[in-house]
């Protein structure tokens, strides 16, 4: 890297920070705000060669829907020809692994820390996203000396369930992982993600590892026994906790609700609100071309079959090409794509929600109200179908389904009469709808 090297005239990238197997991390600055960031410099060539180009996306997927307090922010994901740009909230205290290395923690900065992991993982959970490789080594401290969870190269999405409702990739640090993902026999990945929750609040309290001995088979037949000794300075209550966090078979492993309900838990906890969650990062990183600038004069054209599809409740042949439902809702109209942008931006503004302007007919919305499961955020895209002849659709990109389903019914739908053609092809499951992929829980 330049000395000064600008990043698509938005970021200096400074002093290197370190390196992993396909990516090496710099400390930069966002050069309007002066906001020291960390920027994950991926090599495209190296990532398609090994095979890790969905894992690479499915990152970006995961940290674009896990935003909370206690996870490292990714603010944007940028890309050139030959490299992915992670641009990423710079934490500045290091690994708690550092502070775990010089010995045990005292209770109340042990507790501080495992309420802080168990609401992002909560929160994580809530999204259907398991992180799967929960160690001291990935949970970062801030200047404030609070948690963040990082590095979710590792962590799974409800597409990768298997048949029978559970995932099979043997992954994870061994004195950290659970007893059902060494079996090799499927796993919830969230109940997983208890048990290293349950190894790392020991290692707090303790100052070393509950599981743990030179013979590798050994140390497994420990874990699968969950065969372990709590020090005589653990609290009673804390002890209890570690008792059942640690339970060899999930099924009667504690649930996070639960642990929510241990007095020791409780003592001064309060839940921080999640951060309105984006729209997903688009897939359009990973084109060969770099990004352009320049916005159509007209709309993207709406191919005839998957028009046709749409419109034909009866005879949907679309699912043969989309392996991810999403929970959407789409007309047709016959005014101008122009006037029919102008519509949506009005009576979004009406219900008070953001408006955001993108390119290729696509208007982002977003509602001023923190809902069920954070704001709730829809786009709407433009198709041209025929000279005179749109489609509008419109999908959910985060918040709650019940609520964009009484968005589109209650408030679009009476809003939009005087442009709409016909409404078609709708698709809001109320009971089990998927957004990009992302099963809502």
């Not at 060969?288 to 749409?310: W, Y």
């Not at 519509?343 to 509602?367: H, M, N, R, T, Y």
């Not at 829809?378 to 179908?385: D, L, S, Y």
Request: net charge positive.
């Amino acid at each position: 890297m330049e000395e000064r090297h600008v990043l698509f005239g938005k970021y200096e990238i400074g002093r290197f920070l370190g390196k992993g197997t396909f990516a090496k991390v710099y400390y930069g600055k966002e050069i309007a705000s002066g906001e020291g960031v960390a920027i994950k410099v991926i090599n495209k060539d190296q990532v398609k060669k090994e095979g890790m180009m969905e894992q690479i996306k499915r990152e970006i997927s995961v940290m674009g829907m896990v935003r909370h307090p206690n996870i490292v922010e990714l603010k944007e994901v940028m890309a050139t020809k030959t490299k992915i740009f992670f641009v990423m909230e710079y934490v500045r205290g290091g690994e708690l692994f550092a502070k775990v290395a010089r010995g045990k923690l005292k209770e109340d900065l042990a507790r501080k820390y495992f309420q802080q992991l168990i609401s992002a993982i909560d929160f994580c959970h809530s999204r259907g996203v398991s992180h799967r490789d929960l160690k001291p080594e990935n949970l970062l401290l801030d200047e404030n000396g609070d948690l963040k969870i990082s590095d979710f190269g590792l962590s799974a999405l409800p597409e990768q369930l298997r048949n029978d409702g559970l995932l099979h990739t043997q992954c994870g640090t061994p004195a950290y992982v659970a007893p059902e993902v060494l079996r090799k026999r499927g796993y919830d990945g969230s109940k997983a993600d208890i048990w290293s929750c349950g190894v790392i609040l020991y290692v707090l309290l303790a100052g070393f590892l509950p599981f743990q001995d030179e013979n590798m088979m050994k140390m497994y037949r420990k874990v699968f026994k969950a065969e372990f000794d709590c020090p005589p300075w653990f609290s009673s209550e804390s002890k209890r906790l570690v008792m059942k966090l640690l339970v060899a078979d999930p099924e009667r492993r504690i649930t996070v609700p639960a642990i929510m309900r241990v007095p020791w838990f409780r003592k001064g906890f309060s839940m921080p609100v999640a951060f309105s969650v984006p729209e997903p990062f688009c897939d359009k990183i990973f084109e060969e071309d770099d990004h352009k600038s320049s916005r159509p004069s007209t709309p993207k054209f709406f191919n005839a079959f998957e028009f046709i599809s749409s419109m034909s409740s009866g005879f949907d042949l679309s699912s043969l090409f989309e392996s991810k439902r999403k929970a959407r809702s789409m007309f047709t109209s016959r005014f101008s794509a122009a006037a029919i942008m102008a519509k949506i931006e009005l009576v979004a503004k009406g219900l008070s929600f953001k408006v955001s302007k993108g390119k290729d007919f696509k208007i982002k919305l977003q509602g001023s109200s923190e809902g069920r499961k954070g704001r709730l955020s829809v786009t709407a895209e433009v198709f041209e179908v025929a000279p005179e002849v749109a489609v509008v659709q419109f999908s959910k990109s985060a918040g709650d389904t019940l609520e964009y389903a009484k968005f589109c019914e209650e408030d679009v739908r009476p809003a939009l009469k005087d442009i709409v053609w016909t409404w078609q092809g709708d698709n809001i499951d109320n009971g089990n709808a998927e957004v990009d992929g992302t099963e809502e829980c």
